[in-house]
């Protein structure tokens, strides 16, 4: 860890824009490193950590690995301290909104159909995202009604909305029932107006009130974070974990078996967010329905969809093929 104002060898002073500097991210300034994984608790209302949930040990270990890796961003000084949150008030970022696969509630029409959010589509054109929603079979594409974007990243798992309910310009996908990984959508020039909503679903519609009304989540914040940088990101390193977790007996790997229980957890989000850093700027592959079936099907690797073919009707089934 550095918290020491000593410069780096080779490191020159910096300001990161959102985690990035010249082109190349450090860290991800809108999903911390502790919101992977699903080893932390953290607050509905705006993603922090809950502090309340932690064990002593819990807090002592987050502690000093969010110290480390500060130092590895090249941060110098100490993290801020946070005024405790209230209870079911966000802040003025506005409500830390999941967007990533789960349960979510739509508002069509005054209607509230409970469904899934199973994917995004880049909406051509338009440069950003649609958050795909599957209800009874149909696709319904949702983008937001103020116009920003749901995230700046494709891979992005949250987003911050003024309100628990986000109103939203939605249309229903006509394309067919498949719809491939990564293809754009076409945005039709008549779409309907409606909400979303995928925090505190399990609380609508007794608190609608309370939480519909929240202000907060303006146009994406810039944040410049001044640093000591020697122009290489951490996460290309393959042993940027030294330091902040024991080695095996080869001293090339990490010493799983000798990792404290909360150790496991640090470790397992830690490692998850430096894969996510990886394709965090990159776009979304677009799969092919014949590389989703060889990944998908269970006949091996390899195949062609005349294989899969053959495959269902030896079995009396009729090909989805």
């Not at 104002?5 to 985690?19: I, L, M, R, Y």
Request: negative net charge.
């Amino acid at each position: 860890m550095s918290d020491s104002k000593a410069k780096p060898e080779g490191a020159e002073d910096a300001v990161a824009v959102n985690g990035v500097v010249d082109g190349r991210r450090i860290w991800i300034e809108e999903e911390p490193w502790y919101l992977f994984d699903g080893a932390f608790p953290v607050r509905f209302e705006d993603g922090a950590l809950d502090w309340r949930r932690l064990s002593e040990s819990e807090r002592e270990e987050v502690v000093r690995v969010d110290a480390h890796m500060r130092g590895l961003y090249g941060i110098a000084d100490p993290a801020p301290r946070v005024p405790a949150p209230a209870p079911d008030v966000p802040c003025d970022l506005g409500w830390f909104m999941p967007i990533s696969t789960r349960r979510a509630l739509m508002d069509r029409q005054g209607r509230v159909c409970e469904g899934r959010l199973k994917g995004y589509h880049e909406v051509a054109g338009e440069g950003r995202f649609a958050l795909e929603f599957a209800l009874d079979g149909e696709s319904w594409f949702l983008l937001r009604a103020d116009g920003l974007p749901w995230a700046a990243s494709r891979h992005a798992r949250y987003s911050r909305v003024p309100s628990v309910w986000v109103d939203v310009d939605m249309w229903r996908y006509e394309g067919g029932d498949f719809l491939e990984i990564g293809i754009d959508v076409e945005r039709p020039e008549k779409t309907d107006r409606g909400r979303l909503r995928t925090v505190y679903i399990e609380r609508w519609p007794d608190d609608e009130a309370r939480y519909g009304t929240c202000p907060g989540a303006g146009e994406p914040r810039e944040v410049l974070t001044p640093i000591r940088w020697d122009g290489r990101v951490w996460w290309r390193n393959p042993r940027w974990w030294e330091g902040m977790f024991p080695s095996n007996e080869s001293g090339r790997g990490i010493d799983y078996r000798g990792l404290a229980p909360t150790q496991k957890k640090t470790e397992g989000a830690v490692s998850a967010y430096c894969s996510a850093i990886r394709l965090w700027d990159e776009p979304i592959v677009h799969y092919t329905r014949e590389r989703q079936a060889r990944w998908t099907e269970p006949i091996g690797p390899g195949v062609t969809l005349e294989d899969l073919r053959r495959h269902y009707e030896s079995m009396g089934l009729e090909s989805p093929y």
